[in-house]
């Protein structure tokens, strides 16, 4: 039978999986560099944002409204081309990697900012009034507090950036996405679109399922946790 | 002990604090009173920069505070107990009441639960190191609030309005423990609206009225025989 699912078709899967595993491989590798600089940058922009201090919480304004309110592609291929322009390239897969850390950052600042700013004013009150500065107030009083309000959201930020390596197919990405198009379009290769969508679909979801399930899992268990031992977080506005 | 010179504080254009001031002496009970809004709080909120002065110096054994050294010297020489407790609601009694010492005070564990049980019992609340805060009712609370601010060993506590958050039956619970408290040679500044217990420990008493301080004097002299007219007035509401 000839159709999308033939028989041939899922034999040239099967004969080219390296390309799929390929694909995973780099769509792996980039999501965890970009995984690292978003967490790094959520959390500085993140503590800017809430700092008091004015100048800084204009500087992560800017950042999170730059990068929130323009395409992901746009910014890839900015970052690619003007690199490229300057003769600075440095590979799809950096670049990639930067500019999904860049943009989940924005995402992941705004994540840290919610959870810091939903902690009452008398927490950060009552640790400065016993003599912590910033950093201890922070790391013993504040984000320990704000850490089960900021998870789910956050993994949920995981989920996305993963998907979004998808975005590189944009400046010719060597993600799972792209790789699957050069395979279904590839001179050699070409033809197998159902089966290669399918499993390259799948293997997305078998890799995002079982995070987005651990973010609904944890925000239910915080959220039992928190009925039992906590008080009612303050929303931002009532902090004044 | 405590010297507030000329203190000035604005909210925007609020003129909170008028040249206020004030000399609290070592080992001193100084009570202050007045209407809602007077500026009580942001008065003891200046002395561990909790609200840093507009204008005025803050003294505190002779050397001045400054943004730059609040930290150090509040670590040194002040504790606060706030009227919502403000207990750490993620950790556990026990915890609450080593943190500071074990992260800010250096102690080894073994000393700093040592000296925490030293504390419950002078509260009173020995058996529940292991439970969390809002396990609690308000009045234990805020008698755990006051062994936290114990276990920093400052030789200032600041108290605004410790009790006014509980209910009625529980006042007297922690109306005790601090009479108990001020038989110890530690320096405290008490905002309260409990008549009793200004009577009873305050070595003097300090009246404000719109962001000044209208009238010094000993329970004695604010009770028998008050001069000023908006005492009077404000005594004559609240003592019923
Ligand atoms: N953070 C703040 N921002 C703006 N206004 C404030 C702030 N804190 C206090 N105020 C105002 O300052 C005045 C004095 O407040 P406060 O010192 O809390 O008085 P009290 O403790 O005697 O009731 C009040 O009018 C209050 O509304
Ligand atoms: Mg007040």
């Given amino acids: 039978m000839g159709g999308l699912f033939s028989a041939d078709a899922w034999e040239k899967i099967w004969v080219f999986r390296d390309t799929f595993i390929l694909g995973l491989a780099n769509t792996g590798k980039m999501a965890a560099v970009a995984l690292l600089l978003s967490f790094l940058l959520g959390l500085i922009f993140g503590l800017m944002a809430t700092s008091g201090q004015k100048p800084l919480e204009h500087i992560s304004r800017i950042y999170v409204e730059l990068i929130q309110n323009t395409p992901l592609i746009l910014q890839l291929c900015f970052l690619y081309y003007a690199l490229a322009f300057s003769g600075n390239s440095i590979g799809i897969l950096p670049t990639g990697m930067i500019a999904l850390g860049i943009y989940h950052g924005a995402y992941m600042s705004e994540v840290v900012r919610a ?6 004013k008398g927490q950060f009150e009552a640790a400065a009034s016993q003599g912590f500065g910033y950093i201890g107030e922070m790391y013993y009083v504040i984000l320990p507090q704000s850490i089960k309000i900021i998870l789910p959201p956050m993994v949920n930020q995981v989920v996305n950036l993963i998907k979004n390596t998808s975005c590189l197919y944009i400046i010719g990405g060597a993600d799972l996405i792209s790789l699957t198009y050069s395979f279904v379009t590839g001179a050699s290769t070409g033809g197998a679109y159902g089966p290669a969508y399918l499993v390259s679909g799948l293997l997305f979801f078998v890799v995002c399922y079982p995070l987005s399930t651990l973010a609904s899992y944890w925000e239910n268990t915080l959220k039992l946790r928190e009925q039992k031992t906590q008080v009612v977080p303050l929303t931002i506005e009532e902090r004044g | 002990m405590i010297r507030l010179e000329k203190i000035n504080k604005f909210f925007g254009d609020l003129h909170v604090l008028q040249d206020v001031d004030l000399e609290v002496a070592e080992g ?4 202050i009173i007045g209407p809602s809004g007077s500026g009580k709080s942001t008065t003891v909120r200046c002395m561990n920069f909790l609200e840093e002065p507009t204008s005025g110096k803050v003294f505190i054994n002779g050397e001045e505070m400054t943004s730059k050294n609040k930290t150090r010297m509040v670590r040194e020489s002040t504790s606060m107990v706030f009227q919502q407790f403000n207990l750490y609601p993620h950790m556990t009694i026990l915890k609450n009441l080593t943190l500071a010492p074990i992260k800010l005070y250096h102690k080894s564990k073994e000393e700093a639960e040592a000296l925490a049980y030293h504390y419950l019992d002078i509260v009173g609340l020995r058996e529940k190191a292991h439970v969390y805060p809002t396990t609690l009712s308000g009045g234990q609370q805020q008698r755990i609030a006051i062994a936290r601010a114990l276990c920093a ?17 529980t006042i007297q619970e922690v109306l005790d423990v601090m009479i108990k408290l001020a038989k110890e040679n530690i320096t405290m500044v008490v ?4 008549m009793g217990f200004a009577k009873e420990v305050a070595d003097r008493i300090v009246f404000m009225d719109n962001g000044k301080i209208v009238e010094v004097g000993t329970p004695n002299e604010f009770f028998k025989n008050p001069s000023n007219e908006r005492l009077k007035q404000f005594l004559g509401k609240i003592i019923r």
Wanted: net charge negative.
């Fill in chain 1, 115 to 120: 959870g810091i700013g939903a902690i009452p």
């Fill in chain 2, 28 to 31: 001193e009970k100084l009570v």
């Fill in chain 2, 153 to 169: 060993q400052t030789k200032i506590i600041l108290f605004d309005e410790p009790t006014s958050a509980l209910d009625p039956e």
């Fill in chain 2, 191 to 194: 905002v309260t609206h409990e």
